[in-house]
């Protein structure tokens, strides 16, 4: 069984920076994931790619209003991913969800609780 568990959320001022970690456990083979990242809601159910980090190599996805701000990461041999988000504004809130996804983040096969981020001053 697949879990996912998030860190790191939380509050912080506009301009700062956060880092989320998401440790996930019973990924195998046979599930024929790609990767681990994280997917933003906020007002309303749909859940938005943000980035992604490759389970198989070195490679990230980033959705286009992380690029040059955020950086995935996942540590050397474990299933445990990394968002660093640097240069955070309002519009990056909401609730951030673990979640393991196919190439180019798609998926969002199997989900974490969630945990929120809120840029405010």
């Known amino acids: 069984q697949v879990k996912l568990v998030e860190s790191g959320g939380g509050l912080v001022q506009p301009r700062g920076s956060l880092r989320l970690s998401c440790e996930a456990s019973?990924?195998?083979?046979?599930?024929?994931?790609?990767?681990i990242g994280w997917f933003r809601q906020y007002h309303g159910p749909e859940r938005r790619p943000v980035a992604c980090a490759s389970i198989v190599d070195k490679s990230a996805y980033y959705s286009d209003s992380a690029m040059r701000r955020f950086t995935a990461s996942r540590d050397d041999g474990t299933t445990t991913v990394h968002l660093q988000m640097n240069a955070l504004t309002s519009e990056d809130t909401g609730v951030y969800y673990c979640?393991?996804?196919?190439?180019?983040?798609?998926?969002?096969?199997?989900w974490g609780q969630g945990i929120q981020v809120t840029v405010s001053s």
């Open positions: 019973g990924i195998t083979p046979e599930l024929d994931l790609y990767s």
């Open positions: 979640a393991t996804a196919h190439k180019g983040c798609l998926g969002g096969v199997h």
